[in-house]
């Protein structure tokens, strides 16, 4: 009895500490590759014009859409099967390659038509040329499951760190020598191309020449649904893409392109940090659901207390940021990311409350949720479109489509690990309320302080990060502690 205690709390104290190594790592990816990528996204916004950004964007959901087709589900699938096997894999690696090249053959022959949505010829050239990353990227799925699988995600931020640096400077040289457009559709490829070619190098995984039909029918049960999940919420992330670059200027959809990847920086990048790390360690305790739901409230109590202040931060201090950051020529962007903001702010809460949903295995209602959150959403959209009330009202109806659908979200979490909604906002409230605090002194030192944008975004930075601190040490927040011992953990695993 003894022995069998032992070797559960030897087992929990191991996935705990590979939870804490993969966030790290996670983070660590956050941090240098986004920080890498938006460095170079500034240096090329203050190269090209938005034009050349909003031409990109309108072909953005096809390359989207096709990526999504192109896994299938299959990369969630294989992570929560606990025994994978080379013919899995191999089936898995062989789909997505042959769905790649035929996804690419259709888009190759719709290109004109693309363009004359769009009224852009300019397009055709480019989708055919962009496309190729959908192949390219084919090769490295299972390879990047296989490394999630293993919370090996120190191999995963070395490769991204390696691949936006190489490509980031062929990007920079490109639109310095005025390449325009092309330099943003070759940086792409590269990227793409340099990390498929080092995941395969360093997980030195090589897949057989089979196709098993059952293996294929076993992760297809469970991943088609996913498939259509991710389908629906590519279109619509989309959306404001193709409705903005057909109804409105390559120039307007720049703006809003780069006010959206600013958010997205900080916003996806998190979200993909924590849903990374803790798929494949919750899906080890879907059979028990109160570790389940410990664990899970965990991890959004932490969520909120980090992407709360930073997103009404970054919408406090907005105007000196676009400024300094991307120059003059993109303060039209200021509102467009103040706005995207508000709306991001709930994105890692969703994706985690999504995540019970894997974890237990229902597919069936992540696919019902996704499609009644993009009914309301459509709707939202459809009426701001009727009543032609602009851009700016688009915007603010996808904040609105957040919130409906952060409720709507919570649903079955709390049937399924008995998390109410209740019980959620009451977890969540301290971090938003201390975030609005912070963000409404931030914003008033700007209004007050009468310096070049340069000095005063340093100024409301270190304010904004000093209030917050004091204010959760003030009402002494659990979180605030609770990540100050995970680092303090962390720091401990690797010294011994």
């Known amino acids: 009895m003894k022995l069998l205690l032992g070797e559960k709390m030897s087992n929990k104290n191991s996935l705990k500490n590979q939870t804490i190594s993969g966030l790290f790592w996670t983070f660590s990816d956050l941090i240098m590759n986004q920080g890498i990528q938006f460095v170079i996204q500034i240096i090329l916004a203050r190269l090209l014009s938005p034009e050349d950004f909003g031409l990109i964007a309108m072909i953005t959901v096809v390359i989207s859409i096709s990526n999504s087709i192109m896994d299938s589900g299959f990369g969630n699938a294989l992570i929560r099967e606990k025994n994978v096997t080379q013919k899995d894999y191999s089936t898995v690696f062989n789909f997505n390659l042959v769905t790649s090249i035929i996804i ?14 769009y009224v852009e010829e300019r397009l055709i050239k480019i989708l055919r040329v962009l496309s ?20 090996d995600f ?4 070395k490769i991204n760190v390696v691949a936006s640096i190489s490509s980031g400077v ?16 070759i940086r792409t490829i590269f990227m793409n191309l340099v990390q498929s070619v080092m995941l395969f190098i360093s997980n030195r995984w090589i897949p057989s020449l089979e196709f098993d039909i ?26 404001y893409y193709l409705i903005i670059g057909r109804g409105f200027s390559a120039s307007i959809l720049g703006y809003y392109t780069n006010a959206s990847k600013l958010k997205d920086t900080v916003t996806q990048s998190i979200t993909s940090a924590i849903q990374k790390v803790t798929y494949p360690v919750l899906s080890n305790m879907n059979t028990d659901d109160i570790q389940l739901k410990f664990s899970y409230k965990k991890i959004l109590k932490n969520a909120a207390f980090i992407i709360f202040p930073i997103m009404i931060g970054l919408a406090s201090v907005a105007n000196p940021l676009i400024s300094v950051l991307l120059g003059e020529r993109w303060i039209p962007s200021i509102v467009y990311f103040q706005i995207l903001c508000l709306e991001g702010m709930l994105y890692p809460i969703h994706a985690i409350n999504l995540n019970v ?53 919570t649903y079955y979490t709390k049937d399924l690990i008995h998390y109410s909604i209740n019980e959620q906002i009451k977890d969540l409230m301290p971090s938003f309320i201390l975030s609005v605090l912070m963000g409404l002194i931030s914003y008033c030192i700007g209004i007050i302080i009468p310096f070049s944008k340069t000095f005063l975004l340093l100024i409301q930075i270190i304010v904004g990060v000093t209030a917050y601190i004091l204010l959760n040490k003030i009402v002494k927040s659990e979180e605030l502690y609770s990540i100050y011992n995970t680092i303090k953990c962390f720091l401990n695993i690797k010294n011994k």
């Open 170 to 185: 062929i990007g920079i040289i490109l639109a310095s020598l005025g390449f325009g457009v092309w330099s943003l559709v």
């Open 132 to 151: 190729i990353s959908i192949i390219i990227n084919s090769f490295g799925l299972v390879q990047r499951t296989i490394l999630t699988k293993k919370i």
């Open 154 to 157: 120190k191999t995963q931020t």
């Open 357 to 409: 949903l894997q974890v237990k295995g229902r597919s069936d209602l992540f696919l019902k949720l996704e499609i009644i959150k993009k009914v309301i959403a459509v709707v939202v959209i459809g009426i701001v479109l009727i009543l032609k009330l602009g851009i700016i009202y688009l915007l603010l109806g996808a904040v609105l489509n957040s919130y409906i659908s952060y409720f709507i979200n």
């Open 104 to 117: 690419y053959i259709i888009i190759f022959f719709l290109a004109p038509t693309i363009s004359r949505f």
């Open 214 to 239: 059952n293996s294929f029918k076993k992760y297809f049960k469970f991943g088609w649904k996913l498939l259509i999940s991710g389908l629906i919420n590519t279109i619509y992330n989309n959306l």
